[in-house]
T-cell receptor
Framework: GAGVSQSPSNKVTEKGKDVELRCDPI?????LYWYRQSLGQGLEFLIY????????KSGLPSDRFSAERTGGSVSTLTIQRTQQEDSAVYLC????????????FGPGTRLTVT | DAKTTQPNSMESNEEEPVHLPCNHS???????IHWYRQLPSQGPEYVIH?????VNNRMASLAIAEDRKSSTLILHRATLRDAAVYYC??????????WGAGTKLIIKP
């Protein structure tokens, strides 16, 4: 079946512009996660959605970052007034639900802020 | 959160077994040990997880020390496609896993 998809695969933007990154999770997966990964580093948790519960936003680095998940499926991560330090690969993952279930990751969006 | 220690990198020959160690001395009693790997320019993929007993699946085996302070991921016969960064991550839920820098596995043909 289809895996997690993300778009765009690459995004180059100018400092100060807003960007939207999209994630399509695996159908039926109720849990969705956003991470970012800087070059050579491990993953940094950003935000987590589980079903209709309020998302856990504790990993968002600043109020310029926000995310929503519509209809329990597609999610959009928005970064306002981008800064150069926002440059990273943004990864989305989904899992059947919370708990000890494997996460399935998308290929990521590489964001470059110039 | 449990702190993990993994070698920065390891090398192995193709078609030989690989043992990837991980120390997690502060692991709590309810933490599972998750292993993921990340191939170049791809998102991570799940490898295996376990709690106390050794675990096997089609990709690998996980050997967990009796005191649970360390574990070893075993690739029985490495191929070039196994070259990746391997992450060892203790956690009681996939929700709040803390990802370290992992071990870069280099496979020599």
């Amino acid at each position: 079946g289809a895996g997690v998809s993300q778009s765009p695969s690459n995004k180059v933007t100018e400092k100060g512009k807003d960007v939207e990154l999209r994630c399509d999770p695996i159908s039926g997966h109720t849990a969705l996660y956003w991470y970012r990964q800087s070059l050579g580093q491990g993953l940094e948790f950003l935000i987590y959605f589980q079903g209709n519960s309020a998302p856990d936003k504790s990993g968002l680095p600043s109020d310029r970052f926000s995310a929503e998940r519509t209809g329990g499926s597609v999610s959009t991560l928005t970064i306002q007034r981008t800064q150069q330090e926002d440059s990273a690969v943004y990864l989305c993952a989904s899992s059947r639900r919370t708990g000890v279930y494997e996460q399935y990751f998308g290929p990521g969006t590489r964001l470059t802020v110039t | 959160d449990a702190k993990t220690t993994q070698p920065n990198s390891m090398e192995s020959n193709e078609e030989e077994p690989v043992h990837l160690p991980c120390n997690h001395s502060t692991i709590s009693g309810t933490d599972y040990i998750h292993w993921y790997r990340q191939l170049p320019s791809q998102g991570p993929e799940y490898v295996i997880h376990g709690l106390t007993s050794n675990v096997n699946n089609r990709m690998a085996s996980l050997a967990i020390a009796e005191d649970r302070k360390s574990s070893t991921l075993i690739l029985h016969r490495a191929t070039l496609r196994d070259a990746a960064v391997y992450y060892c991550i203790p956690g009681d839920s996939n929700y709040q896993l803390i990802w370290g820098a992992g071990t870069k596995l280099i496979i020599k043909p």
